[in-house]
T-cell receptor
Framework: KAGVTQTPRYLIKTRGQQVTLSCSPI?????VSWYQQTPGQGLQFLFE???????NKGNFPGRFSGRQFSNSRSEMNVSTLELGDSALYLC??????????????FGPGTRLLVL | GESVGLHLPTLSVQEGDNSIINCAYS??????FIWYKQESGKGPQFIID?????DKRQGQRVTVLLNKTVKHLSLQIAATQPGDSAVYFC????????????FGGGTRLMVKP
């Protein structure tokens, strides 16, 4: 079974631009979560999507948004990029059983550099 | 591409020795804990998990110990190999938090041949 895939793997943008990152979960997984990883803050939760609905949201500004499609693929968008948004953006998927704490499997990440 | 911080605590061990990586968690309501391994340029890879109704769980060459009294988690790797060199993260989750994982800062494990 293929793992979580993320595209693109690397991106360079300039301040003020916006960016969209894509994530395809493991086949059969319906929940997708996004995390930001930086040297200063470590790994931080952004949001989780299940059945096209945002289930949970971390403490990030409204410039960070996401969505999920009917095939469980997810995208996240960052508008008005700032230098501090430079990070590795990780997507994780799980099966999504209700009320279950399940292992989350991570993709390779998208490395975003904001200049 | 480096994906982790420059000032991580580092554990350096000799190949073949056992490694112990420690983690303190903060939320007493956390009831599910996971260890991930992250190699350079890759996403975190699941190693082992443990629920709060257990204090020990063993996998292949790895053991996780949970001490809820002092909110401490440890990962033991037996017969450490060069391929074990990576950054190791503990993550905690509480049922009330949905599936939001809270990660520790990470420990870099370096295995000397």
């Amino acid at each position: 079974k293929a793992g979580v895939t993320q595209t693109p793997r690397y991106l360079i943008k300039t301040r003020g631009q916006q960016v969209t990152l894509s994530c395809s979960p493991i086949s059969g997984h319906r929940s997708v979560s996004w995390y930001q990883q930086t040297p200063g803050q470590g790994l931080q939760f952004l949001f989780e999507y299940f059945s096209e609905t945002q289930r949970n949201k971390g403490n990030f500004p409204g410039r960070f948004s996401g969505r999920q499609f009917s095939n469980s693929r997810s995208e996240m968008n960052v508008s008005t990029l700032e230098l501090g948004d430079s990070a590795l953006y990780l997507c994780a998927s799980r099966i999504g059983l209700a009320g279950a704490q399940e292992t989350q499997y991570f993709g390779p990440g998208t490395r975003l550099l904001v200049l | 591409g480096e994906s982790v911080g420059l000032h991580l605590p580092t554990l350096s061990v000799q190949e073949g020795d056992n490694s112990i990586i420690n983690c303190a968690y903060s939320n007493s309501a956390s009831d599910y804990f996971i260890w991930y391994k992250q190699e350079s340029g890759k996403g975190p890879q699941f190693i082992i998990d443990i629920r709060s109704n257990m204090d020990k769980r063993q996998g292949q060459r790895v053991t996780v110990l949970l001490n809820k009294t002092v909110k401490h988690l440890s990962l033991q790797i037996a017969a450490t190999q060069p391929g074990d060199s990576a950054v190791y993260f503990c993550a905690e989750n509480s049922y009330n938090a949905g599936n939001m994982l809270t990660f520790g800062g990470g420990t870099r494990l370096m295995v000397k041949p």
